[in-house]
Nanobody, 124 residues
């Protein structure tokens, strides 16, 4: 059974840090690009960061450049999103997703498998 499970979300103060993890089971992570997406209340889901199958190519939305870092450990079947200098506007449910055919771009429709999401709340 194909499954993606996110973890690491929580409540953090502005300026703080969190590391999200996305762990895969039921398929070989090496064959998939992985994306992190987020959805805030009343807003559309947006691509935050993506990484290619080998990790050689990454994407970041402008609002997180310089603050977030995506990485992957295929041996551990896990993709990480290190989030620093968090802002209240980063508050959202964060989802990871897997794309077998793509190179790691933030096109939601390209991703075949999705996790259930993890809540990130940035507030004082």
């Amino acid at each position: 059974q194909v499954q993606l499970v996110e973890s690491g979300g929580g409540l953090v103060q502005p300026g703080g840090s969190l590391t999200l993890s996305c762990t895969a089971s039921g398929f070989t992570l090496d064959y998939y690009a992985i994306g992190w997406f987020r959805q805030a209340p009343g807003k559309e889901r947006e691509g935050v960061s993506c990484i290619s199958k080998t990790g050689g190519s990454t994407y970041y939305v402008d609002s997180v450049k310089g603050r977030f870092t995506i990485s992957r450990d295929n041996a551990k079947k896990t993709v990480y999103l290190q989030m620093n200098s968090l802002k209240p506007e980063d508050t959202a449910v964060y989802y990871c997703a897997a794309d077998e055919w793509g190179a790691g771009t933030p096109v939601i429709e390209d991703y075949e498998y999705w996790g259930q999401g993890t809540q990130v709340t940035v507030s004082s």
